[in-house]
Structure formats: structure tokens, C-alpha cells
């Protein structure tokens, strides 16, 4: 999770630096890297905190708040 954050913090860091649009675009190739990074994060956490047997059904909702509300 550490590291997501990080790497997010760097994307919209290097964001707050251009100066020319088109720099945005090798910027938008780490989206890729933090989205997947996020998501798989996101799931591994919702496994650990679930109470047993209701793995799929935590890693569900919180899928779907992610998708629907985020």
C-alpha cells in the first residue's frame, strides 16, 4: 500500500512540473503501473481484513465501491 501511494505521489509530481502538454503523455504511461498496482492492492487487503469465508464477498464490495463510488 506504501508503495502505491508513492508511486502515485510521483505521477502527480511530475504532473505539477510540466510545462509542455505533451509531456503528459509519458506521465500517463505510469497510470498503467499505479492503476494495476492500486487494484491488486486493493483486493490483497480486502482478502487479509475479511472474516473468514466471506473473502470474495469483501474483495466484491469493495470492488464495486471502487468502480461506483470512486
Do not use: D, H
Amino acid at each position: 500500500m506504501t508503495l502505491v501511494l508513492l508511486a502515485f505521489g510521483v505521477r502527480m509530481i511530475l504532473y505539477s512540473f510540466l510545462v509542455n502538454p505533451w509531456y503528459a503523455l509519458p506521465i500517463e504511461l505510469l497510470n498503467g503501473l499505479t492503476f494495476g498496482l492500486a487494484y491488486s492492492t486493493m483486493a490483497s487487503y480486502a482478502s487479509i481484513v475479511a472474516p473468514p469465508g466471506t473473502e470474495a464477498t469483501v474483495q466484491g464490495l469493495v470492488g464495486a465501491t471502487f468502480e461506483g463510488v470512486g
